[in-house]
């Protein structure tokens, strides 16, 4: 972790349209504004010269980034046709993203535009605008509307549509009123109950939570904008920091390992705090000792050489292989699971005739067609040569009590139906229902032949690989 900014250029340029650059902007202002006021207390109470011009050179730095974050914003804006200010305005205000501006969402506009509107004031305004403006009558406006609502607004004021979009951009976005767009996540730990023991430790965690500048981090490392950060994302955001794309993909790849607790293949903001300050920790330090440095890092571009960008791939690469063995072992265990759970055995035994141990091509046909009555006896007999060609492990055409519980797990997945519901619905099925004689008979007439069908098949892939 450098003490200080890395010495890269930070021009002012077009971005692309929309709110998510937009509010990337925002990200960087507010996250370098809060990180200004820290560094303006921490001058306060310096006890050294040298600590005094530190923090007087750190807040000037980040008020400097808070600042040009705002004029990138006015740049983007200008660059934008009236389309682009619309359709970015309109996503800013339609917080739900449903695609609809309701009287809530456009009284919360409404009163960051004037913060001293009361907010009876602003929500009566904006269900008068709905009413107004609201041609097909679902008490909510459409672009086209929000449209026709703006137009209105141009001739109040008297200015143009250019002016008007950087003023409600600007003021809306900017204002320091309005909720966090991360409420719901940090509610979450808010909320929970804590112990005694664990109140100091917890007291300290929601403090970061809550911080502004970990928000803004978090925004940083989001490039896509789209409310989670992946491999791709976590390894850029800490290249920025170390300049060594190899050691931030292995730190990415362990951070995808050790925190992404729902196993979604990206970080959450709960868990891309965990990350942080995990980092925190292991530089030996506090999170107010760092912060600051990590949002210098993420607030400034990624140069990365034509290596850099290989190994990023790689890395990328492997944290896929990684989701996919984890996958496989929760499978594994699944599977296992299965294998000792009771009514599996029982399943098995039903349908396993002639109690052999092992169910045949017959068999699991005839298994079939009592879950899937339904079904053609063509489509069933197809998917229990498939269910033999990809289950069957030792290649002796039959299922054991293992590859049973394998052909049950996929079978259910593919279903989407819960594993032990589906053991259960198909013991009570094979309980209750008596095989149809005439399907019997025909199963048992082709088994022979489907059975040295796919023997062959078995052989041929064996001498194919």
């Known amino acids: 972790m450098p003490s200080q900014p890395q010495d890269k250029s930070r021009s002012a340029r077009p971005s692309s349209s929309g709110v998510h650059a937009a509010s990337k902007r925002v990200a960087a202002q507010r996250g370098s504004s809060h990180a200004a006021s820290n560094s303006l207390r921490k001058k306060a109470s310096a006890s050294s010269a040298t600590d005094y011009v530190k923090f007087s050179r750190a807040a000037l730095e980040f008020q400097i980034v808070a600042l040009q974050a705002q004029l990138d914003l006015l ?20 917080k739900d993203g449903d695609g609809q501006i309701d009287a809530q969402e456009l009284a919360d506009g409404l009163r960051k535009c004037d913060e001293t509107l009361a907010f009876a004031d602003s929500l009566h ?8 403006f609201d041609t097909d009558d679902d008490a909510r406006l459409n672009k086209e509307e929000f449209r026709m609502f703006l137009e209105t607004l141009l001739q109040t004021l008297g200015c143009n549509f250019h002016d008007l979009s950087e003023l409600l951009v600007m003021q809306i976005l900017f204002s320091e009123s309005g909720n966090n767009p991360l409420d719901d996540a940090i509610g979450e730990v808010m909320s929970q109950p804590t112990t005694t023991q664990a109140a100091r430790e917890t007291d300290a965690y929601r403090a970061v939570l809550l911080d502004d500048r970990m928000v803004a981090l978090y925004n940083m490392f989001d490039l896509n904008g789209d409310g989670k950060v992946e491999f791709k994302e976590v390894a850029l955001g800490l290249f920025k920091m170390t300049d060594n794309m190899e050691e931030a993909s292995k730190a990415a790849l362990a951070a995808l390992l050790m925190f992404d607790e729902d196993s979604n293949k990206t970080l959450d903001y709960l868990e891309f705090s965990k990350l942080i300050m995990n980092v925190v920790y292991q530089f030996g330090e506090d999170f107010d000792s760092l912060i600051d440095d990590m949002l210098k890092c993420a607030s400034d ?12 791939v790689v890395g990328n690469e492997m944290a896929n292989a990684a989701s996919e063995l984890a996958e496989l072992e929760k499978e594994v265990a699944e599977v296992i699971n299965v294998v000792e759970y009771g009514r599996m055995q029982r399943l098995f035994d039903l349908w396993d005739l002639d109690h052999d141990g092992t169910i045949d091509f017959s068999e699991l046909a005839l298994g079939m067609r009592k ?22 492990e030792n290649d002796d055409q039959k ?19 819960n594993l032990h519901e589906l053991i259960d619905f198909m013991v009570v099925a094979s309980a209750l229902r008596d095989d149809d004689e005439a399907e019997k008979a025909f199963i048992n007439s082709i088994a022979a032949s489907a059975t040295d069908e796919i023997r062959w098949i078995e052989n041929k892939i064996k001498g194919a690989s």
Request: avoid cysteine.
């Open 125 to 132: 305004a904006a269900v008068s605008a709905v009413a107004t």
């Open 371 to 392: 879950f899937h009555e339904a079904k053609s006896m063509e489509d069933t007999l197809a998917e229990t040569v498939a269910a033999m060609l990809t289950f069957d």
């Open 301 to 312: 571009t990624a140069d990365m050489s034509d290596e850099d960008l290989a190994m990023l």
């Open 75 to 94: 740049n983007g804006l200008s660059k934008m046709s009236d389309d682009e200010k619309l359709t970015t305005l309109y996503e800013i205000l339609d």
């Open 399 to 417: 299922l054991d009590r293992v590859e049973f519980a394998v052909f049950l797990a996929k079978f259910s997945k593919a279903a989407e139906v």
